[in-house]
């Protein structure tokens, strides 16, 4: 299952939210990061 996260568009935004995006879909071992 992909979280719905990954369909929306990552452009600027908050630096904090993307890492925190990053490291959430890291502990889910996405293979796209």
Do not use: M
């Not at 992909?2 to 996405?30: A, H, M, S, Y």
């Amino acid at each position: 299952d992909c979280p719905c996260i990954l369909e929306l568009p990552i452009q600027g935004g908050n630096p904090d939210f993307l890492i925190w995006i990053v490291g959430e879909t890291k502990v889910k071992n996405n293979p796209l990061i």
